[in-house]
Structures are given as C-alpha cells and as structure tokens.
C-alpha cells in the first residue's frame, strides 16, 4: 500500500507545530503502529503511516548524545551489498548503500556520509519486523514485512554534505511488539528488552539515499506548510461532551443552542469522526490531531434538537459515505479501537 502525501502533511503540519522533533521520539512509536494496523489487515505487511508518505517520518539532524544514555553497544555487523549503488534512484537521492543482516533483537551500527542536502532510508525484511532507529539523537521506529518495499516503513532526514552519520539499528519481531508494545516505549525500555531476549535470527535490510531529492515530500520538508492557529476554546461554554469508544455506534447529543464551536479528539486508533446536524454531516479526521484536537464552528439547524456523533477506528479506512449504512458496512471486520471525546460550547 503507497503512502498517500496527506499522510506527510499529516506530520509535517504535527512537527511544523512543534518545531524540531524531541531527542527521544519512541514514546509515539505505539501510536504509530496502531495507525499501521489498517496495512497490516489490508495487505498482510506492517508499515508505519505517519508520518506520511514517510512511516518513520521526517527528522532534521540533530547533534547529541541521546539525552546523555548511551544505547547498548552494538552486537551484529552487517554485510554490505556492493551492487546497491548500482541501482534506481528513490525520489531523485542516489542508492548510497545497502546492509543486509541476519538477527533480529541485536543492535547494529553504521555509518554513511551523505552525498546531497537529504538522506532516506528504505527496509526490505523477509519476515513482519518492527525497526528502531538512532540517528544523531533522533529516535524513530516502523514496521515492514515480506510485501511490496513500497509498502514498509521509510525515514527521510535533512542532512549535511559530506557529514558522517552513524545509524543505530535494531529489528524486533512484530508479534513481540504487539505483546507487549509497553516494553518498547523509549529508548530505555528498548534497552532493558534486548538484555533479557537471546537474539534470534532473521533476514533484513536497510537501505540509505542520499542527494538532492526532487519528491513533494522534500519539498514540504524543507518548507513546512505554516500552521494555521486553531480555533480557542478557553472561556467559552461548554454545552455538552460525550465520549466513546471508535466503534461505529451512533451517539446522539441533545442541543439547543444554535450557535456552537466543537471540538473532537481521537487517540489510540480512533481515527474519523463523522458528526451530523440537521441532516448536514461532516467528516473529521481527527487521529492526525491528537489530543489536541479538531476544532470548527457550526449552526445548529432549524428544528434541530441535537447532533449525531460516529467515531470509527483506524482499521475502518477512508470515509466516504456518511450514512449509518455505508458506516456499518466500513465497520464490518474492523475492531473498535481508540477513544474520543467530543466537547461542544457555545459561541
């Protein structure tokens, strides 16, 4: 399944927010994966949807030594595949170099120097693996599994010319991760997960480009679009709030009050709120924001005496209809996933 680029605007807006990502950025690895769990289900392969167009995302480089903790000391080496440089650019940055390894739950490094003013990873894997990666402090993980190389995670970084970058990398089963993603939450708690598991083997490999890229996804990385303020709530009223689980169940909030400023919020999977007033709906996509959340203003229809609320999970995909029954029909195989909150005020 290819990324789509809302997907990278997705991020670029989230990290434009915030500036440049957190030295530790594994604490939302599990939210990640969560995403990633419609690809799992629709093509049997485990990729990282964030960051989009890119699974791991987009990272400027950063100097530091993670915080001040030393990863464990690398227990693998890799074999490099000489050919590589030999073949199709991704996204107009040349192959720079491939390394193939043979375990998993062991750490490896590398270095590379980048070649041009953006480096990107890609991985191939012959198994469903999850991959944490270390570059310069900035911490990032994605799955891939045995389909399409499209389809698994990839990274994209702002780099230096000619600047060495080491690469810490390390594999771990998938179904490890989905046993107990709480052991993977930081680089700490990767640590502690490695000293207590005997490495066990399985192929895969990353690949590294570098150079002047000529995609839409460089292009909105090194110019973010500019986020635009969200509307306030503070002061204002708050007529009603209701809450769930991404179920696809219909939930009807009783209002009065026809002028009204909403705002939705979607975490751990719930993924599309679609929310109905006076026979108008409105798709919200609301896993991008978080906990943040999605604000806008609405009228309460004439004769109107409410609103309807629906919240479907990531699993359930894109909405297009928004009738019970073109719902329930995305619903059919999907699980309930996630929590939402739904807060409305009066304006």
Request: with cysteine; net charge positive; hydrophobic share 40%.
């Amino acid at each position: 399944m290819a990324h789509q680029l809302k997907d990278l605007t997705e991020v670029m807006e989230a990290e434009s927010a915030r500036g440049l990502p957190s030295p530790d950025l594994l604490d939302g690895v599990r939210r990640r994966v969560r995403r990633g769990n419609r690809l799992r289900a629709a093509a049997a392969a485990l990729s990282v949807v964030l960051v989009a167009g890119t699974a791991f995302g987009i990272v400027r480089q950063q100097d530091g030594s993670d915080r001040g903790r030393q990863a464990l000391a690398p227990t693998m080496t890799g074999v490099t595949n000489e050919a590589f440089p030999r073949s199709a650019p991704e996204e107009g940055m040349q192959p720079l170099k491939e390394v193939r390894f043979s375990k998993l739950l062991a750490r490896a490094r590398l270095t590379v120097t980048p070649t041009g003013p953006f480096m990107g990873t890609r991985l191939k894997c012959s198994g469903d693996f999850m991959v944490f990666m270390t570059v310069r402090g900035a911490n990032a993980g994605g799955g891939c599994g045995t389909g399409s190389p499209d389809a698994n995670s990839t990274s994209l970084y702002q780099v230096t010319p000619g600047v060495p970058i080491t690469i810490d990398v390390v594999a771990v089963p998938s179904a490890a991760y989905d046993r107990a993603p709480d052991a993977f939450d930081a680089t700490a708690d990767l640590d502690r997960y490695l000293k207590s598991h005997t490495p066990a083997p399985g192929d895969w490999s990353l690949r590294i480009y570098s150079g002047q890229c000529d995609s839409e996804h460089c292009r909105m990385a090194a110019h973010p679009p500019r986020q635009q303020a969200p509307l306030p709530v503070t002061g204002l009223k708050r007529l009603a709030r209701a809450s769930g689980t991404a179920d696809g169940r219909t939930r009807t909030v009783p209002l009065k009050t026809k002028a009204l400023r909403m705002r939705v919020t979607c975490v751990d999977g719930a993924a599309t709120a679609v929310v109905r007033i006076g026979g108008h709906a409105k798709v919200v996509p609301c896993e991008a924001a978080e906990s943040e959340g999605v604000v806008w203003d609405a009228q309460l229809a004439d004769g109107a005496d409410g609103l309807e609320i629906v919240v479907l999970p990531a699993e359930a995909g894109e909405v297009h209809g928004t009738g019970d029954a073109a719902l329930a029909k995305l619903m059919r195989g999907a699980k309930p996933a996630g929590k939402w909150t739904l807060d409305v005020y009066a304006r």
